[in-house]
């Protein structure tokens, strides 16, 4: 499902950071990991391009959507899935504007799958094609 995807999950939550790389790993993707806002920055730089980024919003140093506006402002445009339990109105606008997928916390692990599933396809379709 994942089969070769280079995969990037920040979360401060060392027990959730863990179960999320387990599940992505499980399904084939190379994954690494940040826990924290300047750790996701740092692995963006020394350790990319990534695929697709799991991050959670609410960390220590810099939140997981300050990190992704500054990644896009810098030209890149990994796929992108942000988690939280913050229940704040205006999130989805916030995750939509920058492209990515908002998972609510809790979620389960089809639900994550399914999310990066769906967005490593979009990727892998080339420009001006359509997906059969």
């Known amino acids: 499902?994942?089969?070769?995807?280079?995969?990037?999950?920040?979360?401060?939550?060392?027990?959730l950071l863990d179960a999320i790389v387990e599940?992505?790993?499980r399904a084939g993707a190379e994954v690494f990991q940040a826990r924290d806002g300047a750790q996701l920055i740092d692995r963006m730089a020394e350790d990319g391009p990534f695929d697709l980024v799991v991050t959670d919003?609410?960390?220590?140093?810099?939140?997981?959507?300050?990190?992704?506006?500054?990644?896009?402002?810098a030209g890149?445009?990994?796929?992108?899935?942000v988690m939280t339990a913050l229940r704040d109105a205006s999130i989805p606008?916030?995750?939509?504007?920058?492209g990515g997928v908002l998972l609510r916390k809790p979620f389960d692990s089809a639900e994550?799958?399914?999310?990066?599933?769906e967005l490593l396809?979009?990727?892998r379709v080339p420009a001006g094609r359509t997906k059969d």
Do not use: F
């Not at 070769?4 to 939550?13: E, F, I, P």
């Open 93 to 98: 606008a916030n995750v939509k504007a920058l």
């Open 57 to 73: 919003i609410a960390m220590p140093w810099m939140t997981g959507l300050g990190a992704m506006r500054a990644a896009r402002l």
């Open 76 to 81: 890149l445009g990994t796929s992108l899935i």
């Open 112 to 117: 994550l799958e399914a999310a990066a599933t």
């Open 23 to 25: 599940v992505l790993t």
């Open 121 to 123: 396809a979009k990727r």
């Open 1 to 15: 499902m994942l089969s070769g995807a280079r995969v990037l999950v920040a979360d401060d939550d060392p027990d």
